[in-house]
């Protein structure tokens, strides 16, 4: 079965309802979401700098982020949220990546990656774009071409442990700078929970913008 039936069938999955949010089965995948589960000790006290530290590898790590089309509010429906998830996952099982931090806005969404030098990111990309269009269609019963996505995607390699640092921060505080919530914690669709859980963030954090991402503007 190649990529696209198999994601096809995903979509079909949820369509019929059993992927919905709160599923067992969906939960699972959103707590997976983050790679190297257990690699860290939950709460313990080691400054979150040396924790990003060890979350950094050299060389092929990626910010990226993914607009929609006119900016369209693809994402505030939970159905279309849970297809997105499922499409990513099984992009990542044909082009592995490890994911390190995320945050799903209703429409655009961010991405801190590390990918390996055996998977090429541009067809990564596009196995995401593409199969979430047809996936979407699919979903939706739209039988003509539609434009999902605003073309391209902005992606940028990170350069060192500080500049990994600010894009895992940024990514977090981004459902407060785009007026969503007032604190991270609030916001369901990122990865701040993964990593508030093992302790690397305060409840209160972000409330106001972390001085280390204030130099920092994408979307
Ligand atoms: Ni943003």
């Given at each position: 079965?190649?990529?696209?039936?198999?994601?096809?069938?995903?979509a079909?999955?949820?369509i019929?309802?059993?992927?919905?949010?709160?599923?067992?089965?969906y939960?699972?995948?959103?707590?997976?979401?983050?790679?190297?589960?257990?690699?860290?000790?939950p709460?313990s006290?080691t400054?979150v700098?040396?924790?990003?530290?060890?979350?950094?590898?050299?060389?092929?790590?990626?910010?990226?982020?993914?607009?929609f089309?006119?900016?369209?509010?693809?994402?505030?429906?939970?159905?279309?949220?849970?297809?997105?998830?499922?499409?990513?996952?099984?992009?990542?099982?044909?082009?592995?990546?490890?994911m390190r931090?995320?945050v799903?806005?209703a429409d655009h969404?961010?991405?801190?990656i590390?990918?390996p030098?055996?998977?090429?990111?541009?067809?990564?990309?596009?196995?995401?774009?593409?199969n979430?269009?047809r996936?979407?269609?699919?979903?939706h019963g739209?039988?003509?071409p539609?434009?999902?996505?605003q073309?391209?995607?902005w992606?940028?390699?990170?350069?060192?442990?500080?500049?990994f640092?600010n894009h895992?921060?940024?990514?977090?505080f981004?459902p407060v700078?785009?007026?969503y919530?007032t604190r991270?914690?609030?916001?369901p669709?990122?990865?701040f929970?993964e990593?508030?859980?093992?302790?690397?963030?305060?409840?209160?954090?972000?409330?106001t913008?972390?001085?280390?991402?204030?130099?920092?503007?994408f979307?």
């Open positions: 079965m190649n990529e696209s039936s198999r994601d096809f069938l995903i079909l999955w949820l019929s309802g059993k992927g919905a949010i709160g599923n067992r089965g939960e699972r995948v959103y707590a997976g979401a983050i790679g190297n589960r257990g690699y860290v000790k709460m006290q400054p700098h040396a924790k990003i530290r060890r979350l950094y590898v050299p060389d092929a790590n990626y910010f990226i982020t993914f607009v089309q006119n900016r369209a509010s693809i994402l505030a429906d939970p159905q279309n949220m849970a297809l997105f998830r499922a499409t990513l996952r099984t992009a990542k099982e044909y082009h592995p990546f490890t931090a995320y799903f806005l969404l961010h991405l801190l590390f990918i030098t055996t998977t090429n990111i541009s067809k990564l990309m596009q196995s995401v774009q593409r979430f269009t996936n979407y269609k699919a979903a739209i039988p003509q539609i434009r999902l996505w073309r391209g995607f992606d940028h390699v990170i350069r060192n442990e500080q500049d640092a895992f921060h940024y990514i977090h981004n700078k785009h007026g919530v991270p914690t609030d916001y669709y990122s990865s929970h990593y508030y859980q093992r302790g690397w963030y305060t409840a209160d954090w972000g409330a913008q972390p001085d280390e991402i204030a130099h920092l503007s979307e």
